[in-house]
């Protein structure tokens, strides 16, 4: 009896225990279960807080990438609409200057190279010159139209006659033409060296003339204009002119320019002869610094596309003329001394055929300047040149040029 109790109250022990022993791994189990069901739900909600964060930054890269591919307004009229829809854009700058003339020509203010005083001549020596007229003013227009690309401008500065408003562009184009004034297709401005006198360099041309005038690509770097432009006032016909420019990339720019008139001379029984011009240019970034620039030209029969030249013909005869020939250069360099400051030294210079040329007519031209440009900030400039001439005659008389300039401008 006594073993049959002792094993009797083992077996409950047993029993008690492996009872225990569940209802413990039981409630652990249970405590687990809960523990992971918590984790899960936190590892979910992170999830979602996850997706909603990505959402927000794809969100916000939409909006910056739709800011940056909206045109940004130049000025503050940019957003302005003209009666007929077209956007309209203002731009120009406000600038005024002054120089003191040791030497030079009756102009007044600015490069007057090629009536500089001769021999001895001092009656426009050592005076002092200023104004504000070159500041200018102009709108750009570009028309809802569609298929079609319409746009316009107009631009004014006030260097007309008695310090009037002129007119310098005012075109529209539809496409790829123009019509209207603009800056001539046988001048190249694109290789001009920078000169601060508003006149402009020697041996450069910066005519703007009425035209019709069509434009087209031949690839993503190059560009035609042939047109038919207003020439000389004595001409019967318009002049035609063709310019190719090509691009290589951000490094340099070259141009070349054709021009074709009928020269006619009125006072000479309205005789007529064939004239003609080429022109060469290159603008060429060396480093970030550096940038060259040259151009060249040779023209016969005109004095109106190339600045500073000679009367286009020479009458030999009641009824027969006798074109002039000439060649003329430009070249310069700048320099980037620092972001805010830069310099440029240049050269121009034309030289002509005297065979048809009268006694007192010029027959050399030649010009040297340096510059130095700085801007504090943007849209101020402000400039010092100093410009030095010669001036030579067929009959070998001589003048010179020697002028210091100073200017502010704001750029709008």
């Known amino acids: 009896m006594g073993l049959f109790t002792n094993s009797k109250s083992f077996v409950i022990k047993s029993l008690a225990l492996t009872v225990t022993a569940l209802m413990v791994t039981t409630a652990q189990a249970a405590t687990d279960s809960a523990e992971i069901q918590q984790l899960r739900a936190e590892v979910q909600e992170l999830k979602t807080l996850l997706q909603q964060q990505q959402q927000v930054q794809q969100q916000q890269q939409v909006r910056l990438a739709e800011v940056a591919a909206q045109p940004q307004a130049s000025s503050p009229l ?19 200057d002054g120089e003191y003339q040791f030497k030079g020509g009756p102009n007044g203010i600015f490069n007057d190279i090629n009536r500089v005083d001769l021999n001895g001549n001092t009656a426009n020596e050592d005076k002092l010159y200023g104004t504000a007229t070159t500041s200018r003013i102009g709108l750009d227009f570009k028309a809802p139209v569609q ?30 033409w123009l019509f ?3 800056t001539s297709s046988f001048v190249s401005t694109e290789t001009q060296p920078e000169m601060m006198d508003f006149n402009s360099p020697l041996g450069i041309g910066t005519k703007r003339t009425p035209m019709v005038r069509y434009s087209d690509k031949i690839d993503a770097n190059t560009q035609y204009f042939v047109g038919l432009e207003k020439g000389r006032d004595e001409n019967r016909l318009p002049a035609a002119t063709a310019k190719i420019n090509h691009k290589f990339g951000d490094q340099a720019t070259v141009t070349g320019r054709a021009l074709v008139q009928e020269v006619r001379g009125r006072a000479a029984d309205d005789a007529t002869e064939f004239g003609w011009g080429v022109g060469l240019g290159a603008n060429l970034k060396v480093t970030d610094q550096l940038v060259l620039n040259a151009d060249y030209s040779h023209v016969k029969g005109d004095n109106f596309y190339i600045l500073y030249t000679e009367n286009p ?44 040329l ?22 101020i400039t402000f400039g010092t040149e100093y410009v030095y001439g010669e001036r030579e005659t067929v009959s070998g008389a001589k003048g010179r040029d020697s002028r210091l300039g100073v200017m502010a401008k704001y750029d709008f």
């Open 358 to 379: 009268g006694a007192s007519a010029n027959e050399k031209l030649q010009q040297g300047w340096l510059n130095v440009m700085y801007s504090p900030v943007k849209p």
């Open 180 to 182: 209207g004034q603009t």
């Open 78 to 96: 940019a957003s302005l609409k003209s009666k007929a829809g077209a956007d309209v854009n203002l731009y120009g700058f406000i600038r005024a």
């Open 147 to 176: 298929g079609a690309n319409v746009g316009g401008k107009v631009e004014i500065d006030f260097r007309g006659s008695g310090e009037t408003v002129r007119i310098r562009h005012a075109y529209l184009t539809y496409n790829n």
């Open 313 to 356: 013909y020479q009458q030999t005869s009641a009824d027969e003329i006798d074109l002039t020939e000439f060649d003329a250069v430009t070249v310069g360099a700048t320099y980037k001394i620092t972001p805010k400051l830069r310099s440029t030294l240049g050269y121009g210079a034309v030289f002509y055929d005297d065979s048809t």
